[in-house]
């Protein structure tokens, strides 16, 4: 018997990042405050062995995917390890932007992949506060510092600004996944690029994945039969701990559902 099947945990490790939720700058969603620990650890556990992402993820706010994006790039091209992305349920909007840091991308069949596009709106109460009897007081210094207000009517101009805000967003969004996919991509680019999504058999033929595969297969066909994950994900809350932030974190879903924002998802 040899030494190494004497000592199990000797077998090739590879990293694997946990990249679970709701992309957005808050405590205990994903975002780049979240994640860097976790793709620093993995690339510096990595030696030469490919990194794997494990996406899980509707999107979210664009900031974020951007900035966690491009640390799993940076750390790559430091390190000159290769990444793959498996793609579980979910990988749209800015999940799929996660994705393409990644050299090659994988899913299941029926996994939702693309929304290449994105979303923003919210609510408007103009009339509400008149029939409540009560008297709007807005002070500005600046022609539009209140615009999207929304007990305020609204104005054909904010509409043009607000579009063509997104219309930029998009355009950056584009531009990323033709950047990391390039001469993978197929078919129409209008209808790839005009935010709808798809599961992982029309995202292969598109172009948008590379192959089905889940992670511990990835795990064995890149290390090895022995190979196993080391992933890296952050630590879980209990319950009790968490109750008092689940509280907070219902209040702020509540307000965001009554403001306006844009969104990758």
């Given at each position: ?34 994640a ?17 992402l ?18 799993i ?6 390190t000159?390890?290769?990444v ?13 932007w ?15 992949v ?17 029939r ?64 709808s ?69």
């Amino acid at each position: 018997m040899t030494e190494t099947s004497l000592l199990p945990w000797r077998r090739p490790r590879l990293s694997v990042i946990v990249l679970h939720g709701v992309i957005a700058a808050r405590v205990g969603m994903l975002s780049a405050d979240s994640a860097r620990p976790l793709i620093e650890k993995a690339f510096a556990a990595a030696g030469r062995r490919p990194v794997i992402l494990d996406i899980e993820s509707p999107g979210g706010s664009p900031v974020q995917s951007d900035l966690i994006a491009g640390m799993i790039r940076t750390q790559a091209d430091r390190t000159g390890v290769r990444v793959h992305a498996v793609i579980r349920e979910v990988g749209a909007s800015g999940g799929y932007w996660l994705a393409c840091a990644a050299d090659e991308i994988h899913a299941n069949r029926m996994s939702i992949v693309g929304s290449i596009g994105v979303v923003g709106g919210g609510f408007g109460f103009p009339e509400l506060l008149g029939r409540l009897g009560v008297q709007r007081r807005l002070y500005t210094a600046g022609r539009n510092k209140a615009r999207l207000d929304p007990f305020s009517p609204e104005k054909p101009e904010d509409v043009v600004f607000v579009k063509d805000l997104m219309e930029k967003l998009h355009g950056r969004f584009t531009d990323w996944v033709r950047t990391r996919r390039g001469q993978r991509l197929r078919g129409d680019q209008d209808t790839l690029f005009d935010g709808s999504f798809m599961l992982g058999e029309q995202a292969l033929e598109r172009g948008l994945i590379d192959g089905f595969e889940t992670v511990d297969d990835l795990v064995r066909q890149l290390g090895g039969d022995r190979a196993r994950a080391r992933r890296f994900a952050p630590k879980r809350q209990r319950l009790l701990a968490r109750l008092p932030r689940l509280g907070v974190d219902v209040l702020l879903d509540a307000l965001e559902d009554r403001t306006w924002r844009i969104n990758l998802r």
